[in-house]
């Protein structure tokens, strides 16, 4: 099954961790009965402090809806519906924050890992290879000049 807040754009996607870090979501409830719901209906905050309706299908996220300007009315995943999707299972929120987190640390690990391999090739190379290798990457940043001024 696709997580609901996976559909969103990134930018409603950490817009809604935020709103969900900052208790935006005032209340919710299941919006069917049974032990394992699958749909819900909340009011969360928006910008100004506007309530909002939400209401998430989780199995249907594309079903979900709100009241806000970006989501009324079309077929997308809003950062109020992934605040919402938040509060009923921080679990998940938890997870995307270490996952971000795994990410960002990864990344600079192969950035280090990168520059260290740069660095042996460099060192490995002779004064004329050096030289050559130096007058390319000038001419490179120059062209790159050239072209800025144009665009």
């Not at 990344?107 to 890992?113: H, L, N, T």
């Not at 660095?119 to 004064?127: D, E, F, I, M, S």
């Not at 290879?129 to 001419?139: K, V």
Request: hydrophobic share 35%; proline share 5%; net charge negative.
């Amino acid at each position: 099954m696709t997580k609901l807040p996976y559909l969103a754009s990134g930018a409603s996607l950490w817009r809604g961790y935020d709103y969900y870090v900052d208790h935006k979501v005032l209340s919710w409830e299941p919006a069917e009965p049974g032990a394992y719901p699958q749909q819900f209906d909340g009011v969360v905050l928006g910008n100004g402090d506007k309530p909002y309706e939400v209401h998430i299908d989780i199995a249907h996220p594309k079903k979900s809806t709100c009241t806000c300007p970006f989501a009324e009315g079309r077929h997308v995943i809003c950062k109020h519906m992934v605040a919402l999707y938040f509060t009923i299972y921080p679990a998940e929120a938890d997870e995307l924050l270490h996952a971000q987190e795994r990410w960002e640390a990864e990344e600079v690990a192969r950035e280090v890992a990168h520059r260290a391999e740069t660095w042996r090739y460099v060192k490995g190379l002779k004064k004329a290879e050096l030289q050559e290798g130096l007058y390319r990457a000038l001419l490179e940043i120059d062209d790159l000049r050239y072209r800025r001024r144009w665009l």
